[in-house]
């Protein structure tokens, strides 16, 4: 009988506050939270500036919609998608059905190798058009720190993705420990076809007599 899966009790265990809080992909997630806020809230207060006698706002990076747009689209949906697995990591362990569980691994790791590969390109499409950006009245410091924070991004993400991979693994593992049959097993104690009666058996008092024996004799009179 499966006793665990995926890292935890199937019984169904405590939630702990200060163990969870101290779980590496706990601190990961909170970090790629933080950093998602950062790279999306810097664009959309600080991302968009006018010329002097312009009343139009254009993207810092290069004066490049695609660009802005891009990172707040990527930074939001991390934003949204760390909150959502903070949650199931959070009441992962009172699940007790095994298969729920590998749902939500399998939706972790995918994400999370998914996430991880849009925020190393966001890193080179923003660091990219920084390169080439020649606007006077662009915020630098604020440039700079959405770049940063998005190669910060990409190795948090990183991390969940092997985090989740390692658990996806390990809950194969212990789900394949399952029942083994012992017709089959040729290590099991117990044989796997009767070989004749148990020690000891001793036949009934009452046995048949030999064909021919045994039938009806009439009376002498």
Same mark, same amino acid.
């Given at each position: /009988? %499966?006793?665990?899966?995926?890292?935890?009790?199937?019984? $169904?265990?405590?939630?702990?506050f200060?163990?969870?809080?101290? @779980?590496?992909?706990? #601190?990961?997630?909170?970090?790629?939270?933080?950093?998602?806020? &950062?790279?999306? =809230?810097?664009?959309?207060?600080?991302?968009? /500036?006018? %010329?002097?006698?312009?009343? #139009?706002?254009?993207? /810092?990076?290069?004066?490049?919609?695609?660009a802005?747009?891009?990172? #707040?689209?990527?930074?939001?949906?991390?934003?949204?998608?760390?909150?959502?697995?903070?949650?199931?990591?959070?009441?992962?362990?009172?699940?007790?059905?095994?298969? %729920?569980?590998?749902?939500?691994?399998?939706?972790?790791?995918?994400?999370?190798?998914?996430? +991880?590969?849009?925020?190393?390109?966001?890193?080179?499409?923003?660091?990219?058009?920084?390169?080439? +950006?020649?606007?006077? =009245?662009?915020?630098?410091?604020?440039?700079? =720190?959405?770049?940063?924070?998005?190669?910060?991004?990409?190795?948090?993400? =990183?991390?969940? +993705? /092997?985090?989740?991979?390692? @658990?996806?693994?390990?809950?194969?593992?212990? &789900?394949?420990? $399952?029942?083994?049959?012992?017709?089959?097993d040729?290590?099991?104690?117990?044989?796997?076809?009767? +070989?004749?009666?148990? %020690?000891?058996?001793?036949?009934?008092?009452?046995?048949?007599?030999?064909?021919?024996? $045994?039938?009806?004799?009439?009376?002498?009179?």
């Open positions: /009988m %499966e006793t665990s899966a995926y890292g935890a009790s199937l019984a $169904g265990g405590a939630f702990d200060w163990s969870f809080l101290k @779980r590496p992909q706990t #601190i990961a997630r909170l970090f790629s939270w933080l950093f998602a806020i &950062v790279v999306f =809230a810097t664009i959309v207060s600080e991302g968009y /500036m006018n %010329e002097q006698h312009e009343d #139009i706002t254009k993207c /810092m990076f290069n004066q490049n919609e695609s802005c747009s891009y990172g #707040i689209g990527v930074g939001v949906l991390a934003f949204l998608a760390c909150a959502v697995f903070i949650v199931l990591d959070a009441y992962f362990p009172q699940i007790s059905n095994a298969n %729920e569980r590998k749902y939500i691994v399998l939706g972790d790791l995918c994400f999370s190798g998914v996430w +991880t590969f849009l925020w190393f390109v966001c890193f080179c499409l923003l660091a990219n058009q920084w390169s080439h +950006t020649t606007q006077s =009245a662009v915020l630098a410091d604020a440039a700079r =720190a959405v770049v940063t924070f998005s190669f910060f991004s990409t190795a948090t993400w =990183a991390l969940l +993705t /092997m985090f989740a991979l390692q @658990r996806y693994r390990q809950g194969v593992d212990e &789900v394949g420990l $399952g029942y083994n049959d012992p017709s089959s040729h290590t099991s104690p117990y044989p796997s076809a009767y +070989t004749g009666a148990p %020690e000891g058996y001793q036949h009934s008092p009452f046995t048949a007599s030999p064909a021919g024996q $045994g039938g009806y004799q009439p009376p002498a009179y």
